[in-house]
């Protein structure tokens, strides 16, 4: 992941977790979040997939505030499952 995501890592580290409320009912996340089989880095500009069975990561990105993910209910793992 460090090779992959070079942007994300500050002197050897990484944020975990970071949310900024935009407004009511808009935040953004940044921060890096890891299961057994997937990797998900989120930066200030791009989400990114890791799986073993990628030949590399999988970058996402959109076109500034316009571009969301919407989720309702509960954060849970579920509502990473990209």
């Known amino acids: 992941m460090w090779r992959a995501v070079p942007e994300f890592v500050r002197n050897n580290e ?3 977790l970071d949310i ?3 407004r009511p009912g808009v935040v953004r ?3 890096v ?3 057994p089989d997937a990797v998900l880095a989120i930066t200030e500009q791009k ?3 890791l799986r ?3 030949n590399g990561p999988v ?3 959109g ?3 316009g571009t969301q993910i919407k989720v309702g209910g509960p954060i849970t793992r579920a509502a990473f499952q990209l």
């Open 14 to 16: 990484v944020d975990v």
């Open 20 to 22: 900024e409320v935009i």
């Open 29 to 31: 996340l940044k921060g």
């Open 33 to 35: 979040f890891v299961s």
């Open 47 to 49: 989400l990114w997939k």
């Open 52 to 54: 073993p069975e990628i």
């Open 59 to 61: 970058a996402f990105v």
């Open 63 to 65: 076109q500034g505030e």
